[in-house]
């Protein structure tokens, strides 16, 4: 029932290797977060993006690169993770910088 | 002190029973204010968001206290479905929404 579409929703990955996660909203709406939550913790903000500008970014590691290539698209490029960043991923959109966030199934990360 | 604050419970109760969590948080410059459920590996989906005159959907109930710089929900004739983490979150400023670590509840049959 989301309208915010995120893939794949599982992922493996090695610590050499590269790849991207994918985040989808029809919605209209001109801001998309990216979100990392960790087994019973709550979601912590990685980055925003609010009319396809990178808008904050909470000092997150280089080995994490946001891109937005349109009002729709929000992508998450992953390179040289550690096992630590093994986490479910969300991505979120919302109308405005204070309405509520509308939240993807999330990508599910295991880095080996 | 953390800015936003949660009972981390757990609340086990009984079917029907009614039940109450609050929020504290510490910004007084904090704009909007929700309550979101979370499944176990789930992701967070929109119960209400919360105002200052208080609001109501079917048997949850929002409520705002900005003197006191909290927020209720109150759940009414509880179900088995309605066992989850409820997160409060808060709007602190420009694209900013602060978490709570959430509060689990358990609806006992």
């Known amino acids: 029932d989301t309208e915010v579409t995120q893939t794949p929703k599982h992922l493996v990955m090695g610590m050499t290797n590269k790849k991207s996660l994918k985040c989808e909203q029809h919605m209209g709406h001109r801001a998309m977060y990216w979100y990392k939550q960790k087994a019973k913790k709550p979601p912590e903000l990685m980055f925003v993006y609010s009319y396809e500008k990178l808008s904050i970014n909470e000092s997150v590691p280089s080995r994490f690169s946001p891109e937005c290539p349109n009002s729709s698209l929000l992508n998450l490029h992953l390179h040289a993770l550690q096992p630590e960043d093994s986490a479910l991923y969300l991505c979120?959109?919302?109308?405005?910088?204070?309405?509520?966030?509308?939240f993807g199934e999330g990508s599910r990360l295991t880095v080996l | 002190r953390k800015e936003v604050e949660q009972d981390p419970g757990p609340f086990n109760v009984p079917e029907g029973a009614t039940v109450a969590f609050n929020c504290t948080y510490s910004n007084s410059a904090s704009q909007s204010f929700f309550w979101y459920r979370q499944d176990c590996r789930k992701e967070p989906k929109l119960l209400m968001s919360?105002?200052?005159s208080g609001n109501e959907d079917g048997r949850f109930t929002a409520q705002l206290n900005r003197a006191s710089q909290y927020i209720s929900l109150l759940i009414r004739d509880s179900k088995l479905s309605d066992s989850a983490t409820y997160l409060c979150v808060v709007n602190v400023g420009t694209y900013k929404y602060i978490f709570g670590t959430g509060t689990r509840l358990k609806v006992l049959a």
């Open positions: 919360v105002y200052s």
């Open positions: 979120a959109s919302s109308p405005s910088h204070v309405e509520e966030l509308f």
